[in-house]
C-alpha cells in the first residue's frame, strides 16, 4: 500500500467516523483483504483466518466512529485484527486445554507449541518491521541479534549509539505496521 | 469467502456501526435527561408534565443528530448550550421576575423569554459563522436551541414558547445580517 493509498483509507475512515454512510461499503472492500491477509499470516489456517478476520471486521467497524483522525487507519484496524487473532487463539488453547484435562499429560514440546507459534509469528512480524529500515540500521541490528559481525571500521560506543537509534526506529516500524508496541 | 458470505458480513458489520453509533448518540445526550430529572426533583416548574414531554423531544432529537453525524452532530452542543440560556432566564424569572412599583407590577416572563430567544440566537450565530458551518448545522443547531429553550419557556404557557421562538428569530435575523455584512467587508477588503 503507497501513500496514496494510506491518505484515502484515512480519508474514508475519517468520514465514516463523522457518520458519512456512502464511505462504509468503500472501507469495508479496502479493509477486507488486508485484515484477512494479517489473520492468515498469524493464525495459518484458512477457517480460524476466515473466523478472525469475520471477528475483526466487526469490531473494526462498529469501533469506527471512535477513529482518531490524526492516527493512520490501516495500523489501528490492523491492530484491532491482530488483538482478534490473539484472541481467537487463546480461547482455542483454553478449550484444548478443558479438553484435555480427563487425558494423560501430552509430552512437554507439545505444550509448548503455541507458545513456539506465537514465537514464530512474533519473529516474523520483527522481520517484516525489520525490512523497513535502512541497510545500515538492518546491518547494525543483524550484527547484535544475529551475531553477523560488526562493521570493523566502527568502535564499542559508536555501535551502541548506531543499536540504541535503530532499535527506536524498528520499534518505530513495528508501531506503524502493527500499532501495537 | 464468497461474495453473498462477503455481503452478509458486509450486512452485519452494518447493522453494528449503526448500533454503536446509537449508542454513543444516547449516551452524549444522558446529561439532557440527567438534567430534565434535577428540575423535576427540584419541582422548579410548574407543568413538570410538560417540561418532561419537551425534556423528552430535546433527548430524543440531540440523540437522533448525534446519530446521524456531520453537521448535524457538531450542531449539538452549541444548540444545548443556546438554549440552556432561555431555560435558565424563563426558570430564574418564574422566582424573581417582577418588576413592582407602587402603581402596578409587571411580570417579567414574557420579555425574559425575548431576551433569552435573543441570545441563544447570537450564540448559535456567533459559532457557526466562526465554523463557517452548513445550512444543515443551522437548522440542527437553532432547532435543538429553541426546543431547550421551551423547556424553561413553558412555565409562561405557550405565550412563552412563541416568545422565546420571536426573540430567536428577530436574533437569528440580525446575527445573519452582521455576519453577511462582515464578510462582504472582508471580501472588498482583500487586495485584488
Redesign the interface.
Known amino acids: 500500500m503507497n501513500e496514496t493509498e494510506h491518505n484515502e483509507m484515512n480519508a474514508l475512515m475519517a468520514r ?1 467516523a ?3 454512510r456512502a464511505a ?2 468503500p472501507v ?1 472492500r479496502t479493509l ?1 483483504p488486508k485484515v ?1 491477509r494479517l489473520c492468515l499470516q498469524l493464525l495459518h489456517s484458512d477457517a480460524d483466518a ?1 473466523d478472525a478476520a ?1 471477528q475483526a ?3 473494526i ?5 471512535e477513529y482518531d483522525r490524526n492516527r493512520a487507519a490501516l495500523p489501528w484496524a490492523l491492530g484491532i485484527a491482530g488483538w482478534e487473532c490473539r484472541t481467537l487463539r487463546r480461547r482455542q488453547f483454553r478449550r484444548r486445554e478443558q479438553s484435555d484435562d480427563a487425558l494423560p499429560e501430552p509430552p512437554a514440546n507439545q505444550v509448548d507449541a503455541d507458545e513456539a507459534l506465537a514465537e514464530r509469528d512474533l519473529v516474523h512480524a520483527a522481520m517484516d518491521a525489520l525490512g523497513t529500515l535502512s541497510s545500515s540500521d538492518q546491518e547494525t541490528l543483524l550484527a547484535t541479534y544475529f551475531g553477523n559481525g560488526a562493521p570493523a571500521s566502527v568502535d564499542g560506543a559508536t555501535l551502541r549509539k548506531r543499536r540504541e537509534r535503530a532499535l527506536t526506529r524498528l520499534r518505530a516500524a513495528f508501531r506503524r505496521l502493527y500499532a501495537i508496541d | 469467502m464468497r461474495s453473498t458470505d462477503l455481503d452478509l458480513l458486509e450486512r452485519r458489520a452494518r447493522r453494528g456501526y449503526e448500533r454503536s453509533r446509537l449508542l454513543r448518540a444516547l449516551v452524549g445526550v444522558l446529561p439532557v435527561a440527567l438534567l430534565a430529572a434535577v428540575l423535576f426533583c427540584l419541582g422548579v416548574h410548574p407543568h413538570p408534565q410538560v417540561m418532561l414531554a419537551v425534556g423528552a423531544g430535546v433527548f430524543t432529537l440531540g440523540a437522533g443528530l448525534l446519530w446521524y453525524g456531520r453537521d448535524p452532530a457538531r450542531a449539538v452542543l452549541p444548540g444545548l448550550a443556546a438554549g440552556f440560556l432561555p431555560l435558565c432566564l424563563a426558570l430564574c424569572t418564574r422566582h424573581w421576575g417582577h418588576m413592582c412599583s407602587d402603581a402596578e407590577c409587571i411580570a417579567m416572563c414574557l420579555p425574559v423569554c425575548v431576551v433569552g430567544g435573543v441570545l441563544a440566537a447570537c450564540v448559535v450565530s456567533w459559532y457557526g459563522a466562526l465554523r463557517e458551518r452548513s445550512a444543515r448545522f443551522w437548522a440542527s443547531a437553532s432547532g435543538l436551541a429553541l426546543l431547550t429553550g421551551a423547556v424553561g419557556a413553558t412555565c409562561a404557557g405557550y405565550p412563552g414558547v412563541l416568545a422565546v421562538t420571536a426573540g430567536y428569530a428577530v436574533g437569528f435575523a440580525a446575527a445573519s445580517f452582521i455576519v453577511r455584512l462582515r464578510r462582504g467587508g472582508r471580501r472588498t477588503d482583500k487586495p485584488d
Not at chain 1, 61 to 65: F, G, K, T
Request: glycine letters at 6%.
Open positions: 465514516l463523522d457518520g458519512d462504509f461499503t469495508f477486507w484477512h476466515d469475520q471486521m466487526e469490531k467497524l462498529a469501533r469506527a466512529s
